[in-house]
């Protein structure tokens, strides 16, 4: 394994997939958020779990990461083939929750689905430039 190559790819990763789920969940769920709004934490007490958030979410990525990288795999296909079978590993364990917690089924597959897109995304992302020529 490269850390190199690592920490360079990692933060652009990182970045984009910060960015989709600030759309995903800021522009596209916003009115599910409303409509469900007795779940959730007081606004004080989500402000001082944020950085718990971040870290929680920097961890997911650096950890499906690695699992790529260690796969020794490398290129685009690999990566989304990668991508859809780890995605499809955490919409499953996010959509079991249905089964547990009384959230709405729709928000339950609407997170589901982010996570399985992030998971193709960071698998596109570290198959395409893990290995480029740039980064050697």
């Known amino acids: ?6 920490l360079v790819v990692l933060p652009i990763v990182c970045v984009v997939i910060i960015l989709f789920d600030y759309i995903y969940n800021f522009i596209f769920l916003q009115e599910a958020f409303m409509k469900n709004s007795q779940y959730w934490r007081t606004p004080e007490q989500m402000k001082s779990l944020v950085i718990q958030g971040w870290i929680v979410m920097v961890l997911c990525i650096t950890i499906i990461s690695l699992l790529f990288i260690q796969s020794g ?15 499809l590993l955490l919409f499953l364990l996010i959509y079991g ?24 995304i960071i698998g596109f992302l ?3 430039l893990y290995k480029r020529k740039i980064l050697r």
């Open 1 to 6: 394994m490269n850390w190199k190559r690592f």
């Open 73 to 87: 795999k490398t290129g685009i296909y690999n990566g989304l083939k990668f991508g859809f079978l780890t995605g």
């Open 126 to 128: 570290f198959g395409w």
């Open 97 to 120: 929750f249905t089964t547990i917690v009384p959230w709405p089924a729709c928000l339950l597959i609407a997170w589901a689905g982010q996570w399985f897109a992030n998971s193709i």
